[in-house]
């Protein structure tokens, strides 16, 4: 099979299914796991897609965001610990906000503080919350259809009627120059004042947020602290000259 087939059934079946696993593509391809490597290699500095761990998923444009549904079975383990070492920033008491995003989402299974009150724009997260008996409130606004966050100028007023100890708050991509980033302008707004709102901000990115740039523009690195649960070794140094981070 030449490679411009190859190229192609490739980037035929990331668009029918979003993200690809490498075995499948040897086995569709009939060819070598080192050839499908090189394919994606090329393709993807071409821009055509995003190598994965184990595959390939298609790359999104800056401004395009996926939907719950796709984020919730990407990266569930890294999600997890994630969740798991943000979950243990929180004390007795305390009044914090979660954002909306499936990362953020992960930790409240791990919340074993008592007596907290959360505050979130996520409509799956206040589920989530008042499932396990926590004091929950959800802010007013306009729902986003396909990741089920409150946005909008009524939430943003919302926000402000409230003042938080700790604000965990989600990314679609972390970047030493150009900060935390996410690709709706209007997330990023809710996101950037939560941060204000808090005496400590913390942003939750799996090791597949880092080098990303979106659209809009959250805050600058040193403005919050990263959990993570892995941060890339070709991104470490500079990201560290930035920031703390928290390692799950």
């Known amino acids: 099979m030449l490679t411009e087939e190859r190229y192609r059934i490739i980037l035929q079946r990331l668009q029918v299914s979003g993200i690809v696993k490498l075995q499948e593509l040897v086995e569709l391809l009939g060819t070598s796991e080192s050839t499908v490597r090189r394919d ?5 500095s071409q821009h055509l897609l995003k190598r994965v761990h184990g595959g390939a998923s298609l790359l999104h444009r800056r401004s395009e965001e996926p939907g719950m549904e796709e984020k919730t079975f990407k990266n569930v383990q890294q999600k997890n610990a994630v969740g798991r070492a943000a979950a ?3 004390r007795d008491g305390e009044c914090i906000y979660i954002d909306a995003g499936t990362t953020t989402l992960a930790m409240i299974p791990f919340i074993e503080a008592q007596d907290i009150t959360v505050v979130t724009n996520g409509l799956s997260h206040v ?3 008042v499932s396990k008996n926590i004091r929950a409130y959800l802010l007013g606004g306009m729902m986003k259809s396909h990741t089920k966050a409150v946005i909008g100028s009524i939430a943003l007023q919302n926000m402000d009627n409230f003042r938080f100890d700790k604000a965990f708050i989600g990314t679609n991509g972390v970047n030493a120059e150009f900060g935390f ?5 209007e997330e990023a707004l809710i996101k950037r ?5 808090s005496e400590r901000s913390y942003v939750l990115a799996d090791a597949s947020k880092f080098g990303e740039v979106a659209f809009a523009k959250l805050f600058d ?9 892995s941060i890339p070794e070709r991104w470490r140094k500079s990201i560290l000259e930035k920031t703390k981070i928290i390692e799950g």
Request: proline content about 7%.
């Open 181 to 185: 980033t996410t690709p709706d302008p």
């Open 193 to 197: 004042r939560a941060r204000q709102l």
């Open 40 to 44: 994606l290699i090329d393709l993807e």
């Open 88 to 90: 243990m920033q929180l």
């Open 221 to 229: 690195l040193k403005e919050a602290t990263i959990i993570t649960d």
């Open 127 to 129: 589920e989530a919350l």
